[in-house]
């Protein structure tokens, strides 16, 4: 067989069988399995395990389980629901405040955390049922908290800027920093849209009755002290490493155990709460690994058959295709696989391929990370394949049907994709603070 | 994958080394084997951890996973005694030109034929010599004290001895060494000398070269599935070791042409150095490792008694073999 | 279902939910770990050698000897565009057949796994770094993990078998 027809079957092939429902991970390891033992020749039957090894050797994929047990625990310790107080006594009084204030609460979430199930989480608990008692509009605070929830992988720190690190062989410090400000950037334009959507229809948002509207300053200045343990756990984690006091996993680490201080801290180390923290951290950590090692497997049986030499030449002999239009084609092809896998397995398959290639038409990789986060949030959110799509089903209060989560997201995959233009059109943005900080190289 | 007809014969090689020193250290001699083997023969190059993780790959060479291994005997563990020769032996050599002398005319050769006929399925081809071991850190090393509590990415025979004098040898896959500096995992790479600091970009990420090294140079290997090996045709193995010899020579004048050019001309790095005399007690520790080495067997003691020879054989000699 | 079959289910599935218990402890094993690796380090000058590599270990574990349980509990992601419309029943019909993807990737595992073991075990393997720990009980403890899984496999087809016939099983 030639190069591109094992390119194209094994593709193909992973992508009719993921339709099936299967679960993902036998999929993609069925087809790296299946390829190696009809196409490999000799020994090809050990590539499936050789891939744990593999996995075995990626020393900063510890910090994937510590931080899901984390942002577990983090969702349970109560910091939250003070927090949630605070935007909501702040925001309050501003058209479609609260939803604003939940955008707030999604960026602190996000800066002590790594992933964005900790926000998917506290937002379906806490400030969904808030928001919809008084009258928000379903669909669109169902938006609000899957998109702010997705700002938990680019605002630092961010286990998916761990994984690009790890395959692009960028440093993690700079690809944390350069996910800040377009963290940012996507939070403001989300308060944007909220803010000019309310005022345009501002049924969807009803003012909050008078009484719950005044508050002494005093009243107000001490509510902000809920921001008091989330800065101290940002800093032990993400300032302590980016200091380089602490390593990679040891922040992680550092974080765990700060997240179970600030339960105990709260009264609310329970053993029920330990008990569910550990059970969803194997549950979702079980999830991502067995999708990584098969990834691994697929992405080391394609490349010894000889398949990733065809996906290279696709993109390096399309003579007349510029720089700007390879990117293109690269981020496409992102979104198109999104659609059917995730995002590690869309990593670890063909970021080997993209990033050399991305560096050797003079980008930067470490900008590039932050655009491929950005991607990665996108492909969460849009139907059929998405995490973010999966995680809301299971969390959200029963009111809220398949149809308005699959409804809610539209407005705010466009925002997304502006926002990636921005990124995209201004470097800096992305740029500006690990140059400043680390210099540029 | 057989030769039939007119279809080539594929191997699958993987190199220890990232693609970055693999330029240099073995892909010149791949494609001129390519081009020589004119569509009888296609040697697909791969490289480090690419296909197989360096910990399986002795492994998966022996049961055909891959076809040929280009590696130090050390890192992928060869279940030999004499792998602990293979990487960096401290002090067994001083200049690259040492290992080859050994292995031709000092019978390691012959020991490594021997050793390497006793494991199923793998042979081993040939060995050649690469760049001395010296240390890349985040901090300046002036004595020794300085290297203790320092976690440095090292071969693990090197690792063993310099555990001695309080370094924490780290083992990390040879393509994340760059970020684990920068992620604080690791505080410096004795890995190589100041060729590869800056051809592979470790010089970015450090700040400090010690000019002392634990040695000269190391010898790497060639190895093949036994059963690839045999099938090919006469004029295709010595096409194959020519190929061997010609990245031998490569490395011979590279590696020698690097080390003064980046020390003099590199511009990353400041150098620092360890006053002779001190670093002599590091070099008489060497000798009784050696010593505890060669108790681990018969083999090893010979090599080790052959060592000992060369390096006397080299300072009755004087200069230019030795100076001291 | 047939009774041995009732057995396998139950047995199964009982043992896989104990040892995934027992597994969820290993986090705050991994947490310490790093921890006091991290406080001796910083604080005291003193790394210690063994911890990337045993640290490295206890999470291939988490997950492999973790697997089966995370299975029973549902926790594994599928592509539902069709899957998510059909009903449970046409679900389960359709998982007694893909489920052999799973189960031919598992067995290709479970085989590199063993050959693995059988090499760390004849050569005495240890790894290759300076702390040098043998490499057969990790190997062991992996198989382990995966023949776990692979029990589990069967289980779950046992389940979807029965549910696709419309039998309650339980
Ligand atoms: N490595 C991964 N597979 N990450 C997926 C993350 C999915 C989800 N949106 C989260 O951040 O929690
Ligand atoms: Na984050
Ligand atoms: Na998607």
């Known amino acids: 067989m030639s190069y591109q027809m094992i390119a194209l079957t094994m593709f193909s092939s992973m992508m009719v069988l993921l339709l099936t429902g299967q679960r993902v991970f036998g999929v993609i390891g069925f087809v790296g399995a299946a390829s190696a033992l009809l196409l490999w020749g000799d020994g090809g039957v050990e590539m499936p395990f050789n891939a744990s090894f593999q996995l075995m050797s990626w020393y900063p994929l510890l910090t994937l389980p510590l931080f899901i047990f984390m942002g577990y625990m983090l969702s349970e310790s109560g910091i939250a629901s003070d927090l949630y107080d605070m935007f909501h006594v702040w925001m309050g009084s501003l058209k479609g405040g609260l939803a604003v204030g939940t955008i707030g609460l999604m960026v602190v979430v996000s800066a002590m955390n790594g992933l964005s199930v900790a926000g998917m989480a506290i937002g379906a608990s806490i400030a969904l049922p808030e928001l919809l008692r008084r009258g928000y509009d379903k669909i669109m605070v169902t938006g609000v908290v899957q998109a702010g929830s997705s700002l938990g992988i680019l605002v630092p720190p961010s286990v998916v800027l761990v994984l690009y690190g790890m395959i692009a062989r960028q440093p993690v410090g700079k690809l944390w920093l350069a996910g800040a400000l377009p963290g940012l950037l996507l939070a403001s334009l989300f308060i944007l849209y909220i803010v000019v959507r309310c005022r345009l229809q501002p049924h969807l948002a009803p003012p909050l009755p008078k009484e719950e509207r005044q508050h002494t300053t005093r009243e107000k200045l001490l509510l902000l002290r809920a921001g008091i343990l989330p800065l101290l756990i940002f800093f032990a984690m993400t300032g302590l490493f980016i200091m380089g006091v602490t390593s990679l996993v040891e922040s992680s680490a550092v974080g765990a155990t700060s997240a179970i201080l600030a339960a105990w801290f709260k009264k609310r180390l329970t053993r029920e709460v330990l008990q569910n923290t550990m059970h969803k951290t194997l549950g979702i950590t079980c999830m991502f690994m067995w999708i990584i090692l098969a990834a691994l497997c697929f992405g080391a049986v394609f490349d010894g058959l000889g398949a990733v030499r065809a996906i290279e030449a696709l993109f390096l002999d399309r003579i007349g295709m510029g720089p700007w239009e390879v990117l293109l084609m690269m981020q496409l092809s992102y979104i198109l696989m999104g659609m059917f896998l995730d995002d590690t397995a869309m990593l670890v398959i063909v970021a080997p391929l993209y990033v050399p290639l991305v560096i050797s038409l003079g980008f930067d990789p470490v900008w590039y990370g932050v655009l491929y986060t950005i991607t990665v949030q996108i492909a969460y959110m849009t139907p059929p394949f998405g995490y973010n799509l999966f995680l809301m089903r299971a969390m959200a209060p029963p009111e809220i049907s398949l149809g308005d989560i699959y409804r809610s997201v539209w407005p705010f995959v466009a925002i997304m994709i502006v926002g990636l233009g921005l990124v995209t059109a201004f470097p800096q943005i992305a740029m500006w603070l690990p140059e400043t900080f680390y210099g540029a190289r | 994958v057989h030769a039939q007809s007119n279809e080539p014969i594929r191997w699958r090689l993987q190199t220890y080394a990232g693609p970055s020193l693999a330029e240099h250290v073995i892909k010149p001699s791949i494609d001129a084997f390519n081009k020589a083997a004119n569509g009888e023969m296609e040697i697909e190059l791969y490289y480090s951890d690419q296909l197989v993780p360096t910990s399986e790959l002795f492994r998966a060479m022996q049961r055909g996973t891959i076809d040929a291994v280009q590696s130090d005997d050390d890192s992928i563990n060869a279940p030999v005694d004499v792998s602990v020769f293979g990487g960096y032996f401290p002090f067994a050599s001083r200049y690259s030109l040492d290992v080859p002398t050994l292995f031709h005319h000092y019978g390691l050769k012959e020991i490594w034929e021997e050793a390497y006929g006793e494991v199923d399925n793998v042979t081993w081809l040939g060995s050649g010599s690469w760049d001395p071991c010296n240390f890349v850190t985040r901090d300046p090393i002036r004595s020794i004290e300085d290297l203790d509590g320092q976690r440095v990415f090292t071969f693990p025979t090197a690792g063993r001895f310099l555990e001695r004098f309080g370094v924490v040898p780290v083992t990390l896959p040879w393509e994340d060494i760059e970020v684990a500096m920068q992620t604080g995992e690791l505080d410096g790479i004795a890995w190589a000398g100041i060729t590869e600091a800056y051809t592979v970009g470790w010089a970015d990420v450090s700040n400090y070269y010690l000019t002392n090294n634990i040695s000269g140079a190391w010898s790497g290997s060639y190895f093949a599935n036994t059963e690839r090996w045999e099938e090919l045709p006469e004029h295709l193995k010595t096409l194959f070791k020519l190929c061997m010899d010609s990245s031998h020579y490569y490395r011979q004048h590279w590696y020698w042409w690097g080390e003064a050019h980046y020390r003099t001309t590199g511009g990353k790095l400041e150098l620092t150095s360890i006053p002779e005399e001190e670093w002599q007690t590091i070099e008489d520790e060497a000798l009784s490792f050696w010593d505890e080495i060669a108790e681990e067997s018969e083999r090893s003691a010979k090599l080790v008694q052959i060592l000992k020879d060369y390096r006397q054989t080299m300072q009755d000699a004087g200069p230019p073999y030795r100076y001291s | ?170």
Not at chain 3, 80 to 103: C, E, H, P, Q
Not at chain 3, 124 to 132: H, V
Not at chain 3, 142 to 164: E, R, Y
């Open chain 3, 1 to 170: 279902m047939p009774k041995p079959i009732r057995y396998y289910v139950r047995y199964v599935d009982a043992f896989n939910r104990r040892v995934g218990r027992l597994i969820t402890y290993l986090i705050f094993v991994m947490i310490g770990v790093l921890l006091i690796s991290s406080i001796a380090r910083t604080a005291f000058n003193s790394p210690m050698n063994w911890v990337v590599e045993l640290s490295q270990f206890m999470m291939v574990a988490y997950f492999l000897v973790g697997g089966a349980y995370s299975m029973q509990m549902g926790a594994h992601v599928r592509m539902d565009l069709l899957y998510g419309r059909m009903s449970l029943r046409r679900r389960a019909a359709l998982d007694v057949v893909t489920i052999l993807f799973l189960i031919v990737f598992l067995v290709t595992l479970l085989l590199g796994g063993i050959s693995s073991t059988q090499y760390a075990l004849q050569y005495g393997e240890r790894s290759y770094s300076s702390w040098a720990p043998p490499l057969a009980p990790i190997k062991i403890i992996m198989t382990f993990g995966i023949v776990l899984m692979l029990l589990q496999s069967f289980s779950t087809l046992f389940k979807d078998l029965a549910t696709a016939r419309g039998e309650e099983w339980s």
